[in-house]
């Protein structure tokens, strides 16, 4: 079993950028495959990013391409989302969260595939 701990959210203006952090604890995250996702008010939790438990591959939601970034240590058990040029339409809450199951080279992109998630951090993009 896996802990996730996010970090980095805050308050920024649009055309910003934050990165935002998720640190795992419990087992290495090199057995997992790391996804992003985000729920704003009122709203269902949405795909934003993803990885591959090999890193080989990503996969992001059309929203935020060319935007986000997202990335992994390994060896320091963190994984990133790196957000740029911000977008009212990005608040919301994010989480960080751990595939156990999906095969090594596919960047899950459904919330089903899973297991393990954050709490979420707070991500406000002002106008």
């Known amino acids: 079993q896996v802990q996730l701990v996010e970090s980095g959210g805050g308050l920024v203006q649009a055309g910003g950028s934050l990165r935002l952090s998720c640190a795992a604890s419990?087992?290495?995250?090199?057995?997992?495959?790391m996804g992003w996702f985000r729920q704003a008010p009122g709203k269902e939790r949405t795909f934003v990013a993803a990885?591959?438990?090999?890193?080989?591959?990503?996969a992001y939601a059309d929203s935020v391409k060319g935007r986000f970034t997202i990335s992994r240590e390994n060896a320091k058990n963190m994984v990133y989302l790196q957000m740029n040029s911000l977008k009212p339409e990005d608040t919301a809450v994010y989480y960080c969260?751990?595939?156990?199951?999906?095969?090594?080279?596919?960047?899950?992109?459904?919330?089903?595939?899973?297991?393990?998630w954050g709490q979420g951090t707070q991500v406000t993009v002002s106008s």
């Open positions: 969260a751990a595939d156990g199951t999906t095969w090594t080279t596919v960047a899950a992109t459904t919330l089903r595939a899973y297991d393990y």
């Open positions: 419990g087992r290495t995250l090199s057995s997992y495959g």
């Open positions: 990885m591959s438990r090999n890193g080989g591959s990503t």
